[in-house]
């Protein structure tokens, strides 16, 4: 499939079937993350790919409300960055996120973006804390986001040309 038609297939999939994820296929989405482009090409971010099912039913607990559905994932990934090392972290890591989901739909599976940062739970942790500690990932890191991975159990259909929101779109001056 051609890229206009990777775009307009690539849908958020919070449902996944039991089946894992193939070595290859982690490594081809993981390739698609560190490829991703960077503020100065500083490729700072770090990535943790999570596949314990304990661990993922943990992390689906890291906020109140939204995440729940990364237990039934056959993987997920998360995204981090040092904001001290890089002003760009959310920006590069955002970049590396959708690269990965890109990757995920050309192989045929699902994905979902978590976001994480800014997030938590409503005894004030923070969903960085919470992950942290899970994952035991050093203090000088934030995480951005939590993206779930697996062989989708929905269908979704692809996104409609006809709702896109061209009046959203300004040329020259707004």
């Given at each position: 499939?051609?890229?206009?038609?990777?775009?307009?297939?690539?849908?958020?999939?919070?449902?996944?079937?039991?089946?894992?994820?193939?070595?290859?296929?982690?490594?081809?989405?993981?390739?698609?993350?560190?490829?991703?482009?960077?503020?100065?090409?500083?490729?700072?971010?770090?990535?943790?790919?999570?596949?314990?099912?304990?661990?993922?039913?943990?992390?689906?607990?890291?906020?109140?409300?939204g995440?729940?559905?990364?237990?039934?994932?056959?993987?997920?990934?998360?995204?981090?960055?040092?904001?001290?090392?890089?002003?760009?972290?959310?920006?590069?890591?955002?970049?590396?996120a959708?690269?990965?989901?890109?990757?995920?739909?050309?192989?045929?599976?699902?994905?979902?973006?978590?976001?994480?940062?800014?997030?938590g739970?409503?005894?004030?942790?923070t969903?960085?804390?919470?992950?942290?500690?899970?994952?035991?990932?050093?203090?000088?890191?934030?995480?951005?986001?939590?993206?779930?991975?697996?062989?989708?159990?929905?269908?979704?259909?692809?996104?409609?040309?006809?709702?896109?929101?061209?009046?959203?779109?300004?040329?020259?001056?707004?």
């Amino acid at each position: 499939m051609d890229f206009k038609e990777l775009a307009q297939m690539r849908r958020s999939h919070r449902k996944f079937t039991e089946e894992e994820i193939s070595a290859e296929e982690v490594q081809l989405i993981m390739r698609a993350a560190l490829m991703a482009p960077t503020s100065k090409s500083q490729r700072a971010w770090q990535f943790v790919v999570v596949d314990d099912k304990m661990d993922l039913e943990k992390l689906s607990d890291a906020k109140d409300l939204g995440g729940q559905f990364i237990k039934g994932a056959a993987m997920a990934v998360v995204v981090l960055g040092d904001p001290m090392q890089n002003d760009c972290w959310v920006e590069d890591g955002a970049i590396a996120a959708i690269s990965m989901q890109y990757q995920a739909e050309d192989l045929g599976l699902g994905s979902c973006w978590v976001q994480m940062r800014g997030r938590g739970l409503s005894d004030g942790t923070t969903a960085d804390e919470v992950i942290r500690g899970i994952l035991d990932i050093p203090e000088n890191l934030s995480c951005l986001c939590v993206v779930a991975f697996g062989h989708k159990a929905d269908e979704r259909k692809p996104q409609n040309e006809d709702k896109l929101k061209w009046e959203n779109v300004h040329v020259a001056k707004y």
